[in-house]
């Protein structure tokens, strides 16, 4: 991976395709939600999304999978706070 950054097509590649497959099911999850009301309309569910993967990879990366015990509290920090799209 840390090998993989230094070359501009593959981070293009983990950007654009890899990460895009990664965050398509939980972002329909995340817009059925927010159409169903169970979100508030202006959640900003790319922030979300950002957040959940960062804390996701942090993980993975720093072989740290078996922390189990920070996950609930993290969820629900990220629903009790919901990150909310800034209104220009």
Do not use: Y
């Not at 501009?8 to 939980?26: G, H, I, S």
């Not at 009790?80 to 220009?88: L, V």
């Amino acid at each position: 991976m840390a090998e993989s950054q230094n070359v501009k097509e593959n981070m293009e590649l983990l950007r654009d395709q890899f990460m895009a497959r990664r965050f398509a099911l939980p972002r329909q999850i995340l817009a059925t939600a927010v159409r169903r009301q169970e979100l508030p309309a202006d959640t900003d569910i790319e922030l979300m999304l950002v957040i959940t993967f960062g804390f996701s990879w942090f993980h993975l990366l720093t072989d740290n999978l078996d922390q189990t015990e920070t996950i609930a509290p993290f969820i629900q920090h990220l629903f009790t706070a919901i990150p909310r799209k800034h209104q220009a």
